[in-house]
């Protein structure tokens, strides 16, 4: 489908729908901005985990076992 013709659609239905088309289409944008915006991070901060041991110092605990004390 068109550009042209999905406007032409949009601009069909009622103003509740229309709207609801128009924030779904925003949340779906600016969710996809946000993702790519981490997916960006992460990359330009690859090569430092890659070779920076200080940053993951920690993750030598990720498969230890802790036990809550009460």
Known sequence: MR??????EIQSL???KRIYVI???LRS???????N???FAAE???PDYLTDKELTVFTDLD???????R
């Open 63 to 69: 498969f230890e076992k802790f036990y809550e004390t």
């Open 23 to 25: 924030e779904k289409a």
């Open 14 to 16: 009622p103003f509740q």
């Open 3 to 8: 550009t042209s013709e999905i406007i032409q």
């Open 29 to 35: 944008i600016r969710k996809q901005e946000a993702t």
């Open 44 to 46: 330009a901060l690859l």
């Open 37 to 39: 915006a981490m997916n």
